[in-house]
C-alpha cells in the first residue's frame, strides 16, 4: 500500500500529525464519509491508529495518526520481480505524469509536431524533436512553454566530470525546489553509467 502514490497522498495528512477524519477531509477537499471509509481501512491494515480523542457532547472526535513517523518498506516486501521492476513501478505514475503534461504544453504552443532525424556536423545521426523536416522544436524559445524532455545516451565523461555534473543537478533542483511559484510543475532528473550492454 505505501508504496502506491495515491495511497502515499491519502495518508500524508496523518503522517506525524493528529488529525480528524473532518480535518483531513476538508484538506484534501473530499467528502468526510470518503475519508472515513479510507481512515478506517489505513487502520486495518495498521497504518493508522487512534491517537487521542477530543471530548464533546455525544460520540468524542477520535484523532487518527499514522503508526510511524518513517516507514521503511524493502525491496523484499514487494511484489516486483527484481531491483529494476521496482524502480520502474515507482517511477511509472510521475513518468506518464510528465510526459502527458509535456505533450498537453507542446500541443498548445505548437501544434503540429513529430521526430526530425539527420545526420550532423559531426556525421551523428540525430533524433529530435521537431516542427518540420527543416526545424527542430525550440525548447528555450522565450514565447514557449517551460516544458523539458532531454535524454542523451552519449555523453562522454570521465568519472570526476559525471560527479560534478551530479552535483550541479542536484544542487540545480534543490535551488528551485525551495521556491513557491503559482504553477506546480513536474521535474525528472537522471544520471547513470552505461554499461557495455546498455549501449545501443
Do not use: C
Request: glycine share 6%; charged share 30%.
Amino acid at each position: 500500500m505505501l508504496l502506491d502514490a495515491r495511497t502515499r497522498t491519502q495518508l500524508e495528512p496523518f503522517l506525524g500529525t493528529p488529525r480528524s477524519v473532518a480535518d483531513a477531509a476538508r484538506q484534501s477537499g473530499e467528502k468526510p464519509n470518503t475519508v472515513l471509509r479510507r481512515v478506517q481501512r489505513f487502520a486495518q491494515a495498521g497504518l493508522l491508529e487512534v491517537a487521542d480523542s477530543v471530548p464533546r457532547r455525544g460520540r468524542p472526535i477520535r484523532l487518527y495518526r499514522a503508526v510511524a513517523e518513517v516507514f521503511f518498506v524493502p525491496f523484499e516486501a514487494t511484489a516486483a520481480a527484481d531491483l529494476e521492476a521496482a524502480l520502474a513501478g515507482r517511477e511509472a505514475w510521475v513518468a506518464r505524469q510528465l510526459r502527458r503534461a509535456v505533450v498537453r504544453a507542446r500541443r498548445e504552443a505548437i501544434g503540429t509536431w513529430g521526430t526530425r532525424i539527420y545526420r550532423d556536423e559531426r556525421g551523428r545521426i540525430q533524433v529530435q524533436m521537431a516542427v518540420g523536416p527543416d526545424a527542430d522544436v525550440a525548447p528555450l524559445d522565450p514565447d514557449g512553454p517551460a516544458v523539458l524532455s532531454a535524454w542523451r545516451d552519449g555523453l562522454e565523461l570521465d568519472y570526476p566530470d559525471a560527479k560534478e555534473l551530479q552535483r550541479e543537478l542536484f544542487e540545480l533542483l534543490q535551488r528551485y525546489q525551495r521556491k513557491h511559484g503559482a504553477q506546480r510543475y513536474v521535474v525528472h532528473l537522471g544520471l547513470a553509467p552505461l554499461a557495455p550492454e546498455d549501449r545501443a
